[in-house]
DNA sequence: GCTTGTTTCAAACGAGCGTTTGAATTTACA
DNA sequence: TGTAAATTCAAACGCTCGTTTGAAACAAGC
């Protein structure tokens, strides 16, 4: 039973973010409605996506009346960003913490070097399984929905994270630039989607084609061995040699 | 306008998958029903999702009857499933066929080494690029659409995704065991699935995180740079050396 | 030409959908 | 305590859904 939080002095900053404390005790209830709607809805958008998913089912699940969906949040859309707002907000804001921990930490270092690419993905990594190990139940449930989001093509979600997400990027993107100078602008744009894309995959933890990592349960969840197999992985890709424009029809001529 | 196919003489055994000849002109439509279905279905799965998208749209935007979709098809369910193996099944042959052809070419070379994880990667890239490059219209769309299913979390996609990749990654598990004898053998599992991640987020397309990758839009649909820059990347993460059992903690407790 | 089997068609089925409404109820605060 | 705002509730609104049906149109073989 690692825990990430407990073992580092660099995530302490982290927390916090547990619960807006009620004013006045003005809500008295297990958990508002408000609340039991987000959660019944982050477990159903996860489960059926969002067009399969009914206000009905989610109210239901939820135990409260189906026009308490609407009136607290709208419409169906407005739910579905509330669902990720929640959560997301949070994360990102985690990330970008930890990422100037991280540099001031170097920083203070009297050989002054850059962040790794090792602990950049880190700064990404950890705050996302923070969320999968708080809330127990929720957090993994919300990755998977954020896995499904990242594939999806509906306008309204698509334009949805780009805001959400951009900030965050072009912050660790200008990290990465540093860590890895030699490598062109361009093709380090490629090598980041393609960390994306590792990144997002691992994350949903889908385990879709579960055939290919014969991974014996244990180790799902156990959040210290994943990010001990992810990050080498990913930073020497980030770090291979940049195939020269001469050597074009390599993978496609060469017998 | 560079083609894979004409470049390379490895490929040329792929094609012939076209269409299967009408036998005895009995079908002398300009395409029959089924495949007129089978289109829009394709299309519009992508692009909504399988729940989004109802057998109304569909059948309208092939012009054929509503009825048309259950009469050929039996279900919605059946249907979604037929826009599938249509091109999975062509595709992972062709990837099959394509390393056997490499490696038998690598065996009749005198030193006979194995094959090296680029030629590995390239030979699961090439026959999804061919497809997304051969209908300039729907192959694009059905790896948008795999993209999609990949994260989909609904039983019956899931299940249906198994059994058409089971056979293809277990043979191109064994050959990246044979590239990376060093590498134990559960370390490769998980690489493997972060490979998948990469190959799925890219070949899916959906620029999901576009302001990452700034990439001018010529250099989408250019396979051959895409290949060039994914197989070093990929080539190089599989690579890497294996995080120590002693170093664990590196990533969360070093400052 | 008639028969048999295949394919298309318009229409309808019951069910579930997101959202709205207006009254009932609860809460906050003077 | 009284009043006004916030919240909950049951019911209904039009609408679209996947599927079924039975007749019409078409194809092929004797």
Redesign the pocket.
Known sequence: MTSLATQSTNVTALHGHAEAAPK?A???EIV??KSRILDAAEELFMEHGFEA?????ITTAAN?????????F????ELFQAVFTRRLDPMNRDRLTLLATFEEAALANPKAQPLTCEKIISAMFIPALKLSRDQEQGGKNFLRLLGRAYADPAPFIREFLSNQYADMLSRFRAAFGRALPHIPREELSWRLHFVMGSLSFTLAGTDVLKMIAQYQPSDIGNDELLLKRLAPFLAAGLRAPVASSTDKHQWFNET
Do not use: C, M, P
Request: cysteine-free.
């Open positions: 006045l003005e809500k008295v508002d409605t998913t009914s206000l009905r089912l409260v009346n189906l026009a308490a969906a609407n009136y607290h709208g419409s169906k859309e």
